[in-house]
């Protein structure tokens, strides 16, 4: 990105909220990637509208409103699945629905307009203030504290969760906490790419990593860093551009992946014959 762009402060915060979304979506990434648990994640992103209303109504920082309704979601989803015996896609499934009609309720009783509703539905980092990348870094040290902590857990819950009951590993807590920061990743990449297009950044860096690393600590890295080269690189062409700057770096991201999977599928049909 050429320097005369950090003369602006928008687009140095844009730039501090791409690095810092970045250490999320690489660890948290890799988790749902590895527990093939991307639908989950799409559903508790869609139930926060429900806190986005919550904080328009209110008159808070719509991202404060947001925590409550998603780390609710993810408790609920978890419990309702692990423990009443629902299916998970119907947990899923009545949980989106509820929490986007909440939104859109809530948003209706809030006297005036929510002018910034748009960026929250599919992101523009370059609304990111000063407050917000605090609440980023903060919700990242959790993030990052919590899966250091519990490292082994989380580890053979991912891989082998029969044998990490058996082994004593408290399952249904761990996870339930994965899934709740599963939701603390939501809010923070909602002011990345929005909540429409959450699940996209959280899954396709993870998978790309996955590609070139032989354990979850590497995946984890290279997500990371491959997720802020997208989120760098797409901000960066939003701004030559005037595209929106969530859906260009998921476009950037999805093409990626794409490339990456032909290129595999040329080599390993080549190698057949």
Request: glycine share 10%.
């Amino acid at each position: 990105m050429p320097e005369e762009l950090f003369a602006f402060g928008f687009l140095r915060n844009a730039v501090l909220a791409s690095l810092l979304a970045s250490i999320a979506c690489g660890i948290i990434g890799s988790y749902v990637v590895v527990k093939k648990i991307g639908f989950i994640s799409g559903g508790i992103a869609h139930t926060a509208f429900g806190g986005i209303g919550l904080g328009y109504y209110l008159g808070i920082n719509p991202l404060l409103g947001i925590i409550p309704f998603s780390l609710g979601a993810a408790i609920a989803i978890g419990l309702l699945s692990r423990k009443a015996r629902v299916a998970e896609d119907t947990a899923i499934g009545a949980f989106w629905a509820v929490g986007m009609a909440s939104g859109v309720i809530l948003i209706g009783l809030t006297p005036g307009y929510a002018p910034n509703l748009f960026s929250y539905l599919f992101g523009n980092i370059l609304t990111v203030p000063e407050s917000d990348l605090w609440l980023i870094a903060l919700l990242d040290l959790i993030i990052g504290a919590t899966t250091w902590m519990f490292s082994k857990e989380f580890l053979a819950l991912s891989f082998d969760e029969e044998y990490a009951e058996v082994s004593g590993v408290r399952t249904t807590l761990f996870y339930l906490l994965l899934l709740c920061l599963i939701a603390l990743t939501v809010v923070i990449l909602v002011r990345v790419v929005g909540i429409v297009l959450v699940i996209a950044l959280l899954t396709i860096p993870a998978s790309i990593a996955r590609v070139f690393s032989r354990s979850l600590g590497a995946m984890m890295l290279i997500a990371s860093g491959i997720s802020a080269l997208f989120s760098l690189a797409g901000l960066w062409l939003s701004w030559q551009l005037d595209l929106a700057s969530g859906a260009t770096i998921i476009i950037l991201a999805g093409l990626a992946f794409l490339l990456l999977h032909t290129v595999r599928l040329a080599v390993s049909f080549l190698r057949a014959r």
